[in-house]
C-alpha cells in the first residue's frame, strides 16, 4: 500500500469461543459471553518491525490504535455491553442490531447476556463514562453511584487527563487481577467498612482498564509504566481518603491484638512488605523485563507494588508534585502518538532539576538491593559525625531524619553512598536519627536504621514476645511462641512450646528451642535448632543454608536417643524463573548417641556418625512432578549409595497416578546385623529423620507405619532387610479421593544368600 493511500481488504474469519473457566473470557452457564481481544486488530509497529506477540493470559496485548465499526446481530432477548460507542440500535428480522463505532483505540470487550440477568449500570460525569457490574450487595445503587463519581473525578484530577473513552469495568476483569488481602478473607470476616472494599475493588479494576487503553505502550515489556502509575495513584486515594486505616482494618481495635506489628501497620505498608517477601526469597525479578518471563505472584502482585513504591520513591525525593505532573504529561503525550520508556524517562529528567539516572538503571533494569545502616557515630559538644555505610553497594539516595519525641526535627537527602560515607549534623534536640524513617526507600532491610543518642543501652532493642507469628518489627527482637503437641509410643504425650524468631518474612538467621514433657517418661526432651540463610543474587547458585539442630526423644521405652546435625545446603535454579527446577546438595554430618536398651535386639550401634551427601533434582507443576535425588551415607563400618526417581502425574478428573524407583548397594559393610540394612517393607530409620510412632516395635500396630523410603513395599516380608543390594518398582493409582490401588515390584540381595 503506497503512502496516503488506503486500500479494503476483506477477512472472513469464526471465532471458537472457550468455556470461561479457563481464563474468565468467553461463554457461562448462565448464558453470558464475554469477548475479549479476540477480533482481529491492528498490530503494534516500533522500530520498523510489526511487534508479534502471543497470548499467554496476561492481558497485556500491545495493539496500534485503529477505528472500529461492528455491526452484530444477537437475539431479542439478549442485550449487548462495550466500551465502544453505541451509534445505533435497530430491529432487523426479529434481531437486535447494534452499530459499534469508535475511532482511536487499541482494543475493546464486548459483553452478550440475557436481558433478564443484566446486571451492568452506565455511569457519568464530566471526567468519565463508566459502564460496570462490579457491585456490592451491602451497597445499594445510590452508594455505589457515588463512590464511582468520587473515584473517577479523583482520577482524572490526579492524572491530569480527561478521556473520553468509556472504559468497561468488570467482575471478570477484577477476578482476574484482585486486590490481594482484600480477596483473602472470608465472608464472615469483615475488618473493612463496605464502602471501602468496593472502593479498592473499584479503583484498582478502573485503572487497569483506563491506563492500559489510553497509554500507547508496549504493554508486555514496558509494563512497570502503566502499573506504577496505577499503584501510584492507589496509594494516593487511600492515603488522602484513609489516612488512618491498618493493614488489618477494625482488627486493630481488639485489645488482645495489640501487641501485634501486623495489627498496627498502615495500610499502604503493605504494599512494601508483599515487595519485601519476594526480595527475601531470592525471587524479585527486575521491573524492566518482559511481562511473561516474570513467575505469578511478582506478575500479579509483588512486581506491581514494588513498581508503584519506585514511583512513590522517585515523589518524595524530587518533591514539587515532580512525579505527578510528569505523569499527567505522559498521559497527555500518548493522545497523539505511541510512546515507549524512553518517552517516560525524558518527562521525568526534563523536569527534574537532580539527577535520576539512578532511578532507571538501579530500580527498574536491575534487582539490585537497597540496605543502608549507621557506621560508626562521634559526638563532639554540639554535633555527630555520623557514618553511613551502603550494604549493597545499590548506589541511590537515603533520607536521613533526625528525631524528637517521635517528631521530626530535620530532614536530609544523602547521596552518592557507593560504599560509605560521613556527614556531620547538629545533635541539639536531637534523641535519634533514623534512616528512611518514612519507608519512602523501598529497602530490603528496616532493622539497622536508626540510632539513639542517649547512650549504648538504648541502641540495644527490647524483646518482645507474640504468640504464633508477626510481621517483622524493626524496633524489636521479636520471639515467638505456639504449644506444642506430639505423640509417640515411648514418650506418650509431649507437651511443650515452641519458641522461634522466624516471622512472616524470610530472615538471614533463624532458631527454634522447643522444650517439651514427655509424659510417659516424666523427663524434659525436644529439640533446638539455628539456621544461616544466604542469597546469592547471581548466578545459578541462589541460595546457602548453614545449620545446625540438636533433639533429643526416645527410641525405645526409657532409652533415649541424641541426635546432632550440622548441615549445608546449596541451592541452584534455572535462569527462567518461571521453571519450577530446583537443584540441592546437602552434605550433613550426623552424630548419633543412643541409650542402651533391653527392648531391642540391636545394642551393639549405640553411637555412631555418619557423613551423608544428597543431590536433588526436582521439577515440579502441578499436573506434573518429577523428582530425582541420590544419596550418599559413609561411616567407619559401613558405606551406601542410593538413588531414588519419582514421576507423579494429575488427570483432568482428578486423578492420580504416581511412580517410584529405588536402586541402593553397599560399597562396604562390616556390621553383622541389620540395623544400617535397607528396608524392605519399612525403614531402619536409624538417622531419625521420620516421624515414626513406634519405631522400635516389631509386631502389632505401630510397627505397621508405612512410609514412602527404602524398597517402598507395602506388603510385610519375612526377611525384611537387604544387607547387600535392593531395588524396587513402586507405583500407585488412585480410583476414588484417598482410595488407591497399588502394586510394588523389587528384588534384593543378602550377604552369602541366594
Not at 496 to 504: D, E, L, T, Y
Not at 599 to 614: G, K, P, V
Not at 724 to 748: C, K, L, M
Request: glycine share 4%; net charge positive; charged share 25%.
Amino acid at each position: 500500500i503506497k503512502p496516503n493511500t488506503k486500500q479494503r481488504i476483506k477477512i472472513y474469519y469464526e471465532l471458537k469461543i472457550p468455556n470461561d473457566k479457563f481464563t474468565n473470557y468467553g461463554f457461562n452457564n448462565e448464558g453470558q459471553i464475554y469477548l475479549k481481544d479476540c477480533f482481529l486488530s491492528i498490530c503494534r509497529f516500533e522500530n520498523n518491525h510489526f511487534l508479534l506477540q502471543s497470548n499467554e493470559n496476561l492481558d497485556d496485548i500491545s495493539n496500534s490504535n485503529a477505528s472500529y465499526s461492528l455491526d452484530i446481530e444477537i437475539p431479542n432477548n439478549y442485550i449487548l455491553i462495550s466500551d465502544l460507542k453505541e451509534v445505533a440500535l435497530q430491529n432487523v428480522n426479529n434481531l437486535k442490531k447494534y452499530i459499534l463505532k469508535e475511532n482511536s483505540r487499541q482494543s475493546f470487550s464486548i459483553v452478550l447476556l440475557p436481558e433478564s440477568k443484566n446486571n451492568y449500570n452506565n455511569y457519568k460525569n464530566d471526567k468519565a463514562e463508566v459502564v460496570s457490574n462490579l457491585n456490592d450487595k451491602r451497597l445499594n445503587e445510590i452508594q455505589i453511584a457515588l463512590i464511582i463519581d468520587k473515584i473517577t473525578s479523583f482520577v482524572s484530577d490526579e492524572l491530569g487527563y480527561k478521556s473520553s473513552k468509556k472504559v468497561l469495568v468488570s467482575k471478570e476483569d477484577y477476578a482476574k487481577n484482585p486486590f490481594y488481602g482484600v480477596n483473602q478473607l472470608p465472608s464472615f470476616i469483615n475488618p473493612f467498612p463496605d464502602e471501602f472494599i468496593f472502593e479498592i475493588k473499584f479503583i484498582k479494576t478502573y485503572l487497569a482498564q483506563l491506563l492500559k487503553e489510553n497509554i500507547q505502550i508496549n504493554h508486555r515489556n514496558d509494563h512497570w509504566i502503566e502499573e506504577g502509575i496505577q499503584q501510584f495513584i492507589l496509594t494516593k486515594y487511600i492515603e488522602i481518603n484513609y489516612p488512618k486505616f491498618n493493614m488489618l482494618g477494625s482488627l486493630s481495635k481488639i485489645k488482645l491484638l495489640k501487641g501485634y506489628n501486623i495489627i498496627n501497620t498502615d495500610f499502604n505498608d503493605q504494599f512494601y512488605y508483599l515487595h519485601t517477601l519476594m526480595t527475601r526469597k531470592n525471587l524479585d525479578q527486575p521491573l524492566g523485563d518482559a511481562k511473561n518471563t516474570f513467575v505469578k505472584f511478582n506478575e500479579q502482585i509483588a512486581g506491581k507494588y514494588r513498581a508503584g513504591l519506585n514511583l512513590n520513591y522517585l515523589d518524595a525525593y524530587l518533591e514539587n508534585n515532580i512525579v505527578k505532573n510528569s505523569i499527567s504529561e505522559f498521559m497527555n503525550l500518548n493522545q497523539n502518538s505511541q510512546t515507549s520508556k524512553h518517552d517516560f524517562k525524558y518527562i521525568l529528567q526534563k523536569n527534574s532539576s537532580k539527577k535520576i539516572d539512578w532511578f532507571f538503571k538501579t530500580l527498574v533494569e536491575k534487582r539490585d538491593l537497597i540496605d543502608f545502616k549507621f557506621g560508626s557515630i562521634k559526638s563532639s559538644n554540639d554535633s555527630l559525625a555520623v557514618s553511613i555505610k551502603n550494604k549493597t553497594k545499590a548506589n541511590v539516595p537515603i533520607p536521613l531524619y533526625g528525631i524528637h519525641n517521635d517528631s521530626i526535627v530535620f530532614k536530609k537527602w544523602i547521596e552518592n553512598v557507593k560504599t560509605d560515607t560521613t556527614i556531620v549534623v547538629s545533635k541539639d534536640n536531637i534523641e535519634k536519627l533514623v534512616l528512611n524513617y518514612k519507608k519512602e526507600v523501598p529497602e530490603n532491610n528496616l532493622r539497622n536504621n536508626w540510632y539513639a543518642t542517649k547512650g549504648f543501652l538504648f541502641n540495644h532493642r527490647p524483646l518482645k514476645f507474640n504468640f504464633l507469628k508477626d510481621l517483622e518489627n524493626p524496633y524489636y527482637n521479636q520471639v515467638f511462641y505456639v504449644p506444642s503437641f506430639e505423640f509417640n509410643l515411648y514418650d506418650g504425650m509431649k507437651f511443650g512450646i515452641k519458641f522461634n524468631n522466624k516471622s512472616i518474612l524470610d530472615k538471614p538467621f533463624t532458631f527454634n528451642i522447643t522444650p517439651e514433657y514427655s509424659t510417659n517418661t516424666q523427663k524434659i526432651v525436644g529439640a533446638v535448632s539455628g539456621l544461616v540463610n544466604q542469597n546469592i543474587r547471581d548466578g545459578r547458585l541462589y541460595n546457602i543454608k548453614y545449620s545446625v539442630s540438636a533433639s533429643t526423644s526416645h527410641y525405645a521405652p526409657q532409652a533415649l536417643y541424641t541426635r546432632i546435625i550440622p548441615r549445608i545446603s546449596f541451592r541452584f535454579r534455572d535462569e527462567n524463573f518461571r521453571n519450577n527446577k530446583n537443584e540441592v546438595i546437602q552434605l550433613t554430618q550426623y552424630y548419633v548417641n543412643r541409650e542402651k536398651s533391653n527392648y531391642t535386639q540391636e545394642n551393639t550401634t549405640q553411637n555412631y556418625s555418619i557423613f551423608n551427601a544428597r543431590y536433588f533434582n526436582i521439577q515440579s507443576e502441578v499436573t506434573k512432578h518429577f523428582a530425582f535425588n541420590t544419596d550418599l551415607q559413609v561411616s567407619g563400618t559401613f558405606g551406601k549409595i542410593a538413588t531414588e526417581i519419582e514421576y507423579r502425574k494429575l488427570f483432568e478428573d482428578n486423578r492420580r497416578i504416581t511412580m517410584r524407583f529405588y536402586f541402593g548397594a553397599f560399597m562396604y559393610n562390616d556390621i553383622r546385623s541389620d540395623f544400617f540394612s535397607f528396608g524392605i517393607d519399612r525403614t531402619t530409620d536409624y538417622l531419625f529423620n521420620y516421624n515414626l510412632l513406634g519405631r522400635s516395635e516389631s509386631t502389632g500396630l505401630f510397627s505397621q507405619q508405612y512410609v514412602a523410603a527404602d524398597g517402598g513395599f507395602k506388603t510385610k516380608f519375612q526377611n525384611s532387610f537387604a544387607n547387600q543390594w535392593i531395588t524396587s518398582i513402586n507405583s500407585s493409582f488412585n480410583i476414588w479421593n484417598w482410595i488407591e490401588i497399588y502394586g510394588d515390584v523389587g528384588a534384593f540381595k543378602n550377604k552369602y544368600a541366594n
